[in-house]
């Protein structure tokens, strides 16, 4: 829409502009990837390729496969459902990867900022205004209509050339902290799930052993019953059942660090 009156005769002129900036950087010290480490296992001594077994329920063999893939939900393949009821819900809940994921994000958008600087930068604009041709101090036009809207289209472009490396070793160290909070973030993952899953297996170990505690204890008084019985009756002798109180007593105490642990 026009500002001027509709009586105003007009005519249009065009302006453009464009801005190009150059700049350069400074070299930095060349990076050299240390070399790995030369040990190839975490024991002083090589792994059996399978383990001995027992006639017990879950005491058949296992083997050892040395390089073997293990899937990212390793726990998985204890089948136990209630145990990935628990690391989903530690998984969702977890502050730490919480964290550790927020570091990740950050540092991944500063590398691509960083990255942005390898290419132009260009910005536009635009304008357009009514104008007037001072009759007093400049020739009229041949066609009489002093009144023209000017239109002015602007680009400017800059670019800083990374002549001498400078801009893409600041590239690099953002990468390699970038990568850092990845390796952070997959350790944080990496010990949750595995101290849920050894705190798992601890609890299930202590209610066992407190339930198979209760039943040597109540064999252990059936016993002490039966020597009891027999004393009365003469077969025995008070050593014996005294033996046998020990004994009684002595399995009794265990339950309470067992308990005290478990809890």
Known sequence: MS????????RAAISFGLALTLGGCAVGPNFHRPPAPSTQAYTARPLPRQTSFAPVPGGAVQRIV????????WWRLFHSQ????????ALKASPD???????LRQASERTAAARSALFPAAATDFSAGPNRTAQSLGA???????????YTPELAVAYSPDVFGGTRRQIESLAAREQV???ALEAAYLSLTSDIVAVAIDEARLHAQIAATHDVIRIVRVQLRILRRELA?????????????????ETQARLPPLEKALA
Do not use: C, M
Not at 3 to 10: F, V
Not at 97 to 103: K, N, S
Not at 140 to 150: D, E, F, M, S, W
């Open 233 to 249: 009756l003469g077969q025995v002798a008070g050593a014996d059942v005294a033996a046998q109180e020990a004994t009684l007593a």
């Open 82 to 89: 209630s145990l990935d009821a628990v690391i989903r819900q």
């Open 66 to 73: 040395v390089g073997g893939a293990i899937p990212g939900e």
């Open 97 to 103: 990867l919480h964290a550790a994921r927020a570091a």
């Open 3 to 10: 500002l001027l009156p509709r009586a105003w005769p007009r």
């Open 181 to 183: 909070r990845r390796f």
């Open 140 to 150: 009229v036009p041949a066609n009489g209509k002093l009144y023209y809207t000017l």
